[in-house]
């Protein structure tokens, strides 16, 4: 799971990709193809738009199941609550599809133990079950983590107004939206 905020836009949004394990290697070798050159990741934000539209149709190629939750009327000052709100239904909506392992995009230090405080918190409410997994690794280490970047990008510029690449986006979609307010 990753996450793309537009501050000036108010959105905090959330996304994770599922990948069965029997496809992990494949979908890890589609994302490599789509370097360039020496470049040591796919990340979103550092790509234009032609290369975005490229990223999109590979993407699109590997039917991604995804969930996506779209929080709205974000406040600058209130990102982590944002991130807790969208996480808790994020981390709900995997549960409810047996997934049994999460991949985090690991944060700083401070940023990973808030998340794991929060999964612990869901833990202890019994709303989220003791046995699913949840880790934090680098994208660098963990090419599938490129998947809910891309897909958080996408859908974050869809909430602002731009469709043009969420509807070549093919797959299975879960968008749920929340105010964060």
Known sequence: MDESMRIHDG???LAAVIVPCEYADEHRAALRALLLGKQP???????RPKRRLEITHA?????PNTVIVIGTR????????????CLE??????TCRD????VMERRSAEGNKEDLDMVNALRAREALPQDIHVEWTSPLVEE???LPDVVAGIFARAETGD???EDLLSGDHLVERISCA
């Open 163 to 165: 469709r043009t690449l």
């Open 11 to 13: 959105l905090y949004v």
């Open 59 to 63: 993407v699109a190629a590997l039917h």
């Open 89 to 94: 239904r994020l981390l709900w909506h995997l």
């Open 74 to 85: 974000l406040k600058p000052a209130k990102q982590r609550r944002a991130r807790r709100k």
């Open 41 to 47: 990741r796919l990340h979103w934000r550092d790509e």
């Open 99 to 102: 997934v049994s392992r999460v």
């Open 144 to 146: 599938l983590l490129w």
